[in-house]
Protein backbone atom coordinates (compact mmCIF):
# COMPACT_ATOMS: atom_id res chain seq x y z
CA UNK A 1 0.00 0.00 0.00
CA UNK A 2 1.17 3.49 -0.43
CA UNK A 3 0.69 6.06 2.34
CA UNK A 4 -0.81 9.69 1.61
CA UNK A 5 -0.45 11.52 5.04
CA UNK A 6 -0.76 15.16 5.32
CA UNK A 7 -1.42 17.29 8.45
CA UNK A 8 -1.59 21.13 8.45
CA UNK A 9 -2.59 23.29 11.18
CA UNK A 10 -5.29 25.90 11.10
CA UNK A 11 -7.15 28.28 13.61
CA UNK A 12 -10.91 27.77 12.21
CA UNK A 13 -11.65 26.24 15.77
CA UNK A 14 -13.51 23.00 15.84
CA UNK A 15 -17.28 23.92 13.94
CA UNK A 16 -15.30 25.70 11.10
CA UNK A 17 -12.93 22.89 10.49
CA UNK A 18 -15.65 20.49 10.59
CA UNK A 19 -17.25 22.49 7.65
CA UNK A 20 -14.13 23.06 5.89
CA UNK A 21 -13.50 18.72 6.11
CA UNK A 22 -16.80 18.48 5.01
CA UNK A 23 -15.78 20.97 1.35
CA UNK A 24 -12.99 19.03 0.63
CA UNK A 25 -14.87 15.66 1.09
CA UNK A 26 -17.00 17.39 -1.34
CA UNK A 27 -14.53 18.21 -3.76
CA UNK A 28 -13.04 14.80 -3.58
CA UNK A 29 -16.48 13.16 -4.49
CA UNK A 30 -16.58 15.37 -7.28
CA UNK A 31 -13.18 15.10 -8.79
CA UNK A 32 -12.13 11.23 -7.60
CA UNK A 33 -15.77 9.71 -6.24
CA UNK A 34 -14.57 8.86 -2.80
CA UNK A 35 -17.34 8.59 -0.57
CA UNK A 36 -17.42 10.26 3.28
CA UNK A 37 -19.23 9.55 6.30
CA UNK A 38 -18.74 11.21 10.01
CA UNK A 39 -17.87 8.98 12.56
CA UNK A 40 -17.32 11.34 15.89
CA UNK A 41 -14.61 14.01 14.75
CA UNK A 42 -13.33 11.21 11.95
CA UNK A 43 -14.39 11.84 8.24
CA UNK A 44 -13.99 8.59 7.01
CA UNK A 45 -13.15 8.25 3.01
CA UNK A 46 -13.84 4.91 0.93
CA UNK A 47 -13.83 4.38 -3.08
CA UNK A 48 -11.85 1.58 -5.46
CA UNK A 49 -8.72 1.54 -4.66
CA UNK A 50 -9.18 4.04 -2.08
CA UNK A 51 -9.40 3.84 2.25
CA UNK A 52 -8.82 7.00 4.67
CA UNK A 53 -9.91 9.51 7.26
CA UNK A 54 -9.99 13.06 7.89
CA UNK A 55 -9.25 13.88 11.54
CA UNK A 56 -10.15 17.32 12.96
CA UNK A 57 -9.56 19.27 16.44
CA UNK A 58 -9.42 23.07 17.21
CA UNK A 59 -5.93 23.30 15.76
CA UNK A 60 -5.15 20.39 13.29
CA UNK A 61 -6.62 18.66 10.26
CA UNK A 62 -4.92 15.42 9.21
CA UNK A 63 -5.56 13.36 5.91
CA UNK A 64 -4.01 9.96 6.11
CA UNK A 65 -4.99 7.48 2.60
CA UNK A 66 -4.41 4.32 1.46
CA UNK A 67 -3.70 3.87 -2.06
CA UNK A 68 -4.55 0.21 -3.40
CA UNK A 69 -2.09 -1.14 -5.71
CA UNK A 70 -4.14 0.24 -9.34
CA UNK A 71 -3.59 3.93 -7.76
CA UNK A 72 0.11 4.05 -6.64
CA UNK A 73 1.06 5.45 -9.97
CA UNK A 74 -0.89 8.59 -9.27
CA UNK A 75 0.07 9.17 -5.76
CA UNK A 76 1.41 12.50 -6.41
CA UNK A 77 -1.30 13.30 -8.29
CA UNK A 78 -3.55 12.63 -5.96
CA UNK A 79 -1.46 14.13 -3.16
CA UNK A 80 -1.21 17.17 -4.74
CA UNK A 81 -4.69 17.53 -5.32
CA UNK A 82 -5.63 17.12 -1.56
CA UNK A 83 -3.10 19.52 -0.55
CA UNK A 84 -3.82 22.28 -2.66
CA UNK A 85 -7.77 21.30 -1.56
CA UNK A 86 -7.00 21.57 2.10
CA UNK A 87 -4.92 24.76 1.74
CA UNK A 88 -7.88 26.36 -0.05
CA UNK A 89 -10.48 25.47 2.68
CA UNK A 90 -8.54 25.89 5.51
CA UNK A 91 -7.46 29.58 4.28
CA UNK A 92 -11.32 30.80 3.77
Keep these: MS ?3 IQRSHSLGQ ?3 R ?6 ADKLASKF ?15 N ?10 T ?3 V ?3 LGMML ?5 KIENEIETRIDRVISG
Design 3 to 5: VID
Design 15 to 17: EKA
Design 19 to 24: SAADTL
Design 33 to 47: GVQSEWQGDRLMLQH
Design 49 to 58: GITGHLDISD
Design 60 to 62: DLR
Design 64 to 66: RIE
Design 72 to 76: RPFKA
